[in-house]
C-alpha cells in the first residue's frame, strides 16, 4: 500500500478557520490585559474619591471574575467581523486593525459609562433611552468634569491595548485547543443569555454592589431587557385585579373597569383633621415645598449620615414629621404628577406623554374649582421633563421659571458654561417679592428647588464650606471621620446652604397675612445619588414635614406613606373639614397618608427608578427589586429575603402594576369625561 494513503487529509478551511481562531484569541490577551487594568484604575479612582467599602475584598475579587466572564462573553460578537475580514483578505494589517478598532469601541464605551457613573454613582442603563439629546447634553453637561485625570484615565488603557497587541501580533501564547475552547465557552454563555452581574446579595452596600458591576456590562443588559422585555402575562380581566387575593399586603382598591385600569372609588381616609385647628369657613392656603435631593439619610435627628439641615429638624420637631416617608420616582422627572396628582408613571412617566397627557384631575385643578388661586415657582428652564406642558395642563394661575427672573438676580455658578438656572435663595427672595404683592386666599402655591443637584455650586460656597467644617464639629466626627466627610464638602455644603435658605423663606413668609391660616407641605423629589447609597430604598427615602400654625400638636410618624398619598389625603382633608367639592372615582395611585406611629404599611404602590428602570413595587414592609426581596426595617433599613413564596407574590403584584401602567400607556384612558367635566 502506497505510503500517502496513510497522509491525514487536508481540509484547508477548516485549517484558516484554527488559524483565525487563534489568531483571533490571542489577540483578545491584549484587550483582557487593558480591561483588567481598567478595572483596576477603576476601583482606585473611585475609592479614593468616594470611599473605601468595608467589603472591599469581596468588590475586587468578584469584580474582575465577572470582567473575565464578560470578556469571554463578547469575544462571539467581536468574532463576527474579525472571521468576515480575515476570510477576505490577505492584509496582517487590516486584520490587526479590524480587532482593535472593534475592541476599542468596547473600551471606549465602558470608559464613558465609569466616568458617568464616578459622576452620578448610579450606573447608567436604559434610562439614557429615555432622555432626548438636549436633556443628556444638559444632564452630563452640568457634572462631568473633563480635565487632565479624565483624559488620563481614557487614554492610558487604550494606550496599554494597542501596546499590547503589536507586541503579541505574531506571537503564539494560546495554542489551537485552548483557543477554540474559549471561543465556545462565550459562544454558550451568549447563547444561553448567561447575565455577566453578580447577585446584589451578599454586599455590604448598594455603593458596594455598584462599584462591582461592570458598567459596559451592566448598560448592555439593561439595555437589552429594555428593547426586548414583552409585557408581563397579566390579565387585568381576571376577577382577581378587582381585588385582593387575601396573600398581597397593603391596601387594595375597588377598581371599576379594565377600560380605565386606574379608575376606582375614592376610599381615602380623613386622617389629617384632628391634627388641626378648624375653621370651616376659612380654607386653609396650601404650599408645598419640593426640595432637590433631598434625603432622610443627611435630614432628620437620626439620619444615618448625620443630620445636616438644622432647620428644618427644628421644624420638624413642631410639625407632622414622617420618619419613613418615599419618593415615587428615583430622579425627578415623575416628582409633579406624583405629588400634585397620584399620577400613573404610563411608559417614561406621566409628563413625558407631552401633549398626549389624557384628561386628569390634580391637587390644582380641583382647588381652583373651589375658588383657589395656583401659583408655581422654580428658577430653571421648565422645558426639561416637560414639567411646563404638565404645569400647562393643570391651569396655573401664575407660572415663574428661570425665564421670569429679571437682572437683579444672580444665576448659581456655571460648571464647564452650564448652570441649572438660580439658586435656592435666589428662588425664595422671588417667590415671597411676588407673594407680597398678591395675598389673593385661599391660594395654593408650589415650590420647587434646585441647588442640591450635581454639579453642586452656590453662591458664596467658601462660606458654605466653613459652615460645613462648623457643623463636623457640632456632629462630633472625630478626623478620620472628617476626612472622608470632606470627600463630598461640595455637596455637603450646599445642603446646608438649600437649608438655611428655607430657613430665610419661614422667617419672611411668616410675616405675611396669609402665614396664619397656611399648611406648609415639604418633601424632597428623591435622595441624590452622589453621596453612596446604602440600600436599594434609600434611593427613595425621603422627609415629609407638615408644618402650619394651625396644627393643634406635632407628632413623629413611623408608618410608611409615599408621594402618591400627599394629594388624596389633602383633598379628603379639606373635603371634609370645609366642604370642598372633590370627584368620588378617582384615578390615584396612592391611598392616602398613614399617620400611624409605629412601623408599618398598609400601602401598595410601585416606585420607578429612571424612565426606563421600572423594576420596583412596595407592599406592606416588602420591597421587591427585579428578583430580590426586601424586608424594610426601622429607618428604611433593609434586610434581603431567601423567601420564594413571597418573591412571587410580590412578582405578581408588581406584574398586575406594570400591566395596568402598559394598558394605560397604550390607550391613554384615566378618567370618563363625566368625571373630569366637573373640573373642566
Given at each position: 500500500?502506497?505510503?500517502?494513503?496513510?497522509?491525514?487529509?487536508?481540509?484547508?478551511?477548516?485549517?484558516?478557520?484554527?488559524?483565525?481562531?487563534?489568531?483571533?484569541?490571542?489577540?483578545?490577551?491584549?484587550?483582557?490585559?487593558?480591561?483588567?487594568?481598567?478595572?483596576?484604575?477603576?476601583?482606585?479612582?473611585?475609592?479614593?474619591?468616594?470611599?473605601?467599602?468595608?467589603?472591599?475584598?469581596?468588590?475586587?475579587?468578584?469584580?474582575?471574575?465577572?470582567?473575565?466572564?464578560?470578556?469571554?462573553?463578547?469575544?462571539?460578537?467581536?468574532?463576527?467581523?474579525?472571521?468576515?475580514?480575515?476570510?477576505?483578505?490577505?492584509?496582517?494589517?487590516?486584520?490587526?486593525?479590524?480587532?482593535?478598532?472593534?475592541?476599542?469601541?468596547?473600551?471606549?464605551?465602558?470608559?464613558?459609562?465609569?466616568?458617568?457613573?464616578?459622576?452620578?454613582?448610579?450606573?447608567?442603563?436604559?434610562?439614557?433611552?429615555?432622555?432626548?439629546?438636549?436633556?443628556?447634553?444638559?444632564?452630563?453637561?452640568?457634572?462631568?468634569?473633563?480635565?487632565?485625570?479624565?483624559?488620563?484615565?481614557?487614554?492610558?488603557?487604550?494606550?496599554?491595548?494597542?501596546?499590547?497587541?503589536?507586541?503579541?501580533?505574531?506571537?503564539?501564547?494560546?495554542?489551537?485547543?485552548?483557543?477554540?475552547?474559549?471561543?465556545?465557552?462565550?459562544?454558550?454563555?451568549?447563547?444561553?443569555?448567561?447575565?455577566?452581574?453578580?447577585?446584589?446579595?451578599?454586599?455590604?452596600?448598594?455603593?458596594?454592589?455598584?462599584?462591582?458591576?461592570?458598567?459596559?456590562?451592566?448598560?448592555?443588559?439593561?439595555?437589552?431587557?429594555?428593547?426586548?422585555?414583552?409585557?408581563?402575562?397579566?390579565?387585568?380581566?381576571?376577577?382577581?385585579?378587582?381585588?385582593?387575593?387575601?396573600?398581597?399586603?397593603?391596601?387594595?382598591?375597588?377598581?371599576?373597569?379594565?377600560?380605565?385600569?386606574?379608575?376606582?372609588?375614592?376610599?381615602?381616609?380623613?386622617?389629617?383633621?384632628?391634627?388641626?385647628?378648624?375653621?370651616?369657613?376659612?380654607?386653609?392656603?396650601?404650599?408645598?415645598?419640593?426640595?432637590?435631593?433631598?434625603?432622610?439619610?443627611?435630614?432628620?435627628?437620626?439620619?444615618?449620615?448625620?443630620?445636616?439641615?438644622?432647620?428644618?429638624?427644628?421644624?420638624?420637631?413642631?410639625?407632622?414629621?414622617?420618619?419613613?416617608?418615599?419618593?415615587?420616582?428615583?430622579?425627578?422627572?415623575?416628582?409633579?404628577?406624583?405629588?400634585?396628582?397620584?399620577?400613573?408613571?404610563?411608559?417614561?412617566?406621566?409628563?413625558?406623554?407631552?401633549?398626549?397627557?389624557?384628561?386628569?384631575?390634580?391637587?390644582?385643578?380641583?382647588?381652583?374649582?373651589?375658588?383657589?388661586?395656583?401659583?408655581?415657582?422654580?428658577?430653571?428652564?421648565?422645558?426639561?421633563?416637560?414639567?411646563?406642558?404638565?404645569?400647562?395642563?393643570?391651569?396655573?394661575?401664575?407660572?415663574?421659571?428661570?425665564?421670569?427672573?429679571?437682572?437683579?438676580?444672580?444665576?448659581?455658578?456655571?460648571?464647564?458654561?452650564?448652570?441649572?438656572?438660580?439658586?435656592?435663595?435666589?428662588?425664595?427672595?422671588?417667590?415671597?417679592?411676588?407673594?407680597?404683592?398678591?395675598?389673593?386666599?385661599?391660594?395654593?402655591?408650589?415650590?420647587?428647588?434646585?441647588?442640591?443637584?450635581?454639579?453642586?455650586?452656590?453662591?458664596?460656597?467658601?462660606?458654605?464650606?466653613?459652615?460645613?467644617?462648623?457643623?463636623?464639629?457640632?456632629?462630633?466626627?472625630?478626623?478620620?471621620?472628617?476626612?472622608?466627610?470632606?470627600?463630598?464638602?461640595?455637596?455637603?455644603?450646599?445642603?446646608?446652604?438649600?437649608?438655611?435658605?428655607?430657613?430665610?423663606?419661614?422667617?419672611?413668609?411668616?410675616?405675611?397675612?396669609?402665614?396664619?391660616?397656611?399648611?406648609?407641605?415639604?418633601?424632597?423629589?428623591?435622595?441624590?445619588?452622589?453621596?453612596?447609597?446604602?440600600?436599594?430604598?434609600?434611593?427613595?427615602?425621603?422627609?415629609?414635614?407638615?408644618?402650619?400654625?394651625?396644627?393643634?400638636?406635632?407628632?413623629?410618624?413611623?408608618?410608611?406613606?409615599?408621594?402618591?398619598?400627599?394629594?388624596?389625603?389633602?383633598?379628603?382633608?379639606?373635603?371634609?373639614?370645609?366642604?370642598?367639592?372633590?370627584?368620588?372615582?378617582?384615578?390615584?395611585?396612592?391611598?392616602?397618608?398613614?399617620?400611624?406611629?409605629?412601623?408599618?404599611?398598609?400601602?401598595?404602590?410601585?416606585?420607578?427608578?429612571?424612565?426606563?428602570?421600572?423594576?420596583?413595587?412596595?407592599?406592606?414592609?416588602?420591597?421587591?427589586?427585579?428578583?430580590?426581596?426586601?424586608?424594610?426595617?426601622?429607618?428604611?433599613?433593609?434586610?434581603?429575603?431567601?423567601?420564594?413564596?413571597?418573591?412571587?407574590?410580590?412578582?405578581?403584584?408588581?406584574?398586575?402594576?406594570?400591566?395596568?401602567?402598559?394598558?394605560?400607556?397604550?390607550d391613554l384612558k384615566l378618567l370618563p369625561d363625566s368625571i373630569f367635566s366637573p373640573f373642566r
Open positions: 500500500m502506497d505510503s500517502h494513503y496513510l497522509e491525514e487529509p487536508e481540509y484547508p478551511f477548516f485549517n484558516d478557520l484554527k488559524k483565525c481562531i487563534k489568531q483571533f484569541v490571542n489577540f483578545s490577551i491584549a484587550l483582557w490585559g487593558s480591561f483588567f487594568l481598567n478595572r483596576l484604575m477603576e476601583l482606585w479612582f473611585l475609592t479614593n474619591l468616594n470611599s473605601i467599602p468595608q467589603d472591599i475584598n469581596k468588590v475586587v475579587w468578584v469584580s474582575l471574575l465577572y470582567d473575565l466572564i464578560l470578556l469571554i462573553k463578547i469575544l462571539p460578537i467581536i468574532f463576527i467581523p474579525f472571521v468576515f475580514v480575515f476570510f477576505n483578505t490577505k492584509s496582517k494589517k487590516t486584520i490587526l486593525l479590524t480587532f482593535g478598532i472593534c475592541a476599542t469601541l468596547i473600551l471606549s464605551i465602558n470608559l464613558l459609562l465609569i466616568k458617568y457613573y464616578a459622576t452620578a454613582l448610579v450606573p447608567l442603563g436604559a434610562d439614557l433611552f429615555g432622555y432626548t439629546v438636549d436633556e443628556i447634553v444638559k444632564t452630563t453637561g452640568a457634572s462631568m468634569v473633563i480635565d487632565e485625570k479624565a483624559v488620563l484615565f481614557f487614554l492610558l488603557p487604550l494606550i496599554i491595548f494597542w501596546t499590547l497587541l503589536f507586541l503579541i501580533k505574531s506571537g503564539e501564547l494560546l495554542g489551537n485547543r485552548l483557543s477554540i475552547l474559549i471561543l465556545i465557552a462565550g459562544s454558550i454563555l451568549l447563547y444561553i443569555g448567561s447575565s455577566t452581574l453578580p447577585s446584589s446579595s451578599g454586599f455590604k452596600s448598594e455603593y458596594s454592589y455598584n462599584l462591582t458591576i461592570n458598567k459596559f456590562a451592566f448598560f448592555t443588559e439593561r439595555s437589552f431587557s429594555y428593547f426586548t422585555e414583552d409585557e408581563p402575562a397579566v390579565d387585568i380581566y381576571a376577577s382577581n385585579y378587582y381585588e385582593d387575593d387575601g396573600n398581597a399586603a397593603g391596601k387594595m382598591f375597588n377598581y371599576i373597569t379594565a377600560d380605565y385600569p386606574f379608575l376606582h372609588t375614592d376610599e381615602t381616609e380623613d386622617v389629617l383633621t384632628p391634627f388641626f385647628k378648624i375653621d370651616s369657613t376659612s380654607p386653609p392656603n396650601i404650599v408645598i415645598i419640593q426640595v432637590e435631593g433631598l434625603g432622610r439619610a443627611f435630614s432628620g435627628y437620626d439620619a444615618p449620615l448625620g443630620s445636616f439641615t438644622p432647620f428644618l429638624d427644628e421644624l420638624a420637631t413642631k410639625s407632622l414629621y414622617f420618619q419613613n416617608f418615599l419618593a415615587s420616582q428615583g430622579r425627578t422627572f415623575a416628582s409633579l404628577p406624583s405629588i400634585m396628582g397620584s399620577l400613573p408613571f404610563a411608559d417614561k412617566g406621566f409628563s413625558e406623554l407631552a401633549e398626549r397627557m389624557p384628561p386628569h384631575l390634580t391637587l390644582p385643578r380641583i382647588l381652583k374649582k373651589s375658588g383657589y388661586t395656583t401659583r408655581f415657582y422654580s428658577g430653571v428652564d421648565l422645558a426639561f421633563d416637560n414639567e411646563n406642558i404638565f404645569l400647562e395642563k393643570q391651569g396655573f394661575d401664575h407660572v415663574v421659571s428661570e425665564k421670569n427672573f429679571d437682572e437683579s438676580f444672580s444665576k448659581s455658578p456655571a460648571f464647564q458654561g452650564f448652570t441649572w438656572g438660580y439658586a435656592d435663595r435666589e428662588l425664595i427672595v422671588k417667590t415671597l417679592q411676588d407673594e407680597k404683592k398678591d395675598q389673593r386666599q385661599p391660594f395654593m402655591l408650589y415650590m420647587q428647588t434646585v441647588s442640591m443637584h450635581n454639579p453642586f455650586l452656590i453662591p458664596n460656597q467658601g462660606q458654605y464650606i466653613r459652615v460645613f467644617e462648623n457643623h463636623l464639629n457640632k456632629l462630633g466626627f472625630d478626623n478620620k471621620k472628617k476626612d472622608a466627610y470632606r470627600k463630598y464638602k461640595n455637596i455637603y455644603s450646599t445642603i446646608l446652604y438649600s437649608d438655611q435658605a428655607l430657613n430665610t423663606f419661614f422667617k419672611e413668609y411668616s410675616k405675611l397675612p396669609s402665614y396664619a391660616n397656611t399648611i406648609f407641605i415639604i418633601t424632597g423629589d428623591h435622595r441624590l445619588p452622589e453621596i453612596p447609597l446604602t440600600t436599594k430604598i434609600d434611593r427613595y427615602h425621603v422627609p415629609l414635614i407638615i408644618y402650619s400654625p394651625l396644627l393643634k400638636r406635632s407628632a413623629s410618624i413611623r408608618s410608611v406613606s409615599s408621594h402618591f398619598d400627599i394629594t388624596p389625603s389633602l383633598l379628603v382633608f379639606l373635603k371634609k373639614s370645609f366642604g370642598l367639592t372633590t370627584p368620588s372615582t378617582v384615578a390615584w395611585v396612592g391611598s392616602g397618608l398613614d399617620t400611624a406611629r409605629t412601623l408599618r404599611n398598609i400601602h401598595k404602590f410601585p416606585v420607578m427608578q429612571t424612565k426606563n428602570n421600572f423594576h420596583n413595587i412596595i407592599s406592606g414592609l416588602y420591597f421587591l427589586d427585579q428578583n430580590n426581596v426586601y424586608l424594610i426595617g426601622n429607618n428604611m433599613k433593609t434586610t434581603l429575603l431567601q423567601d420564594e413564596n413571597k418573591l412571587n407574590e410580590l412578582r405578581s403584584a408588581f406584574n398586575q402594576q406594570k400591566s395596568m401602567n402598559e394598558r394605560f400607556s397604550k
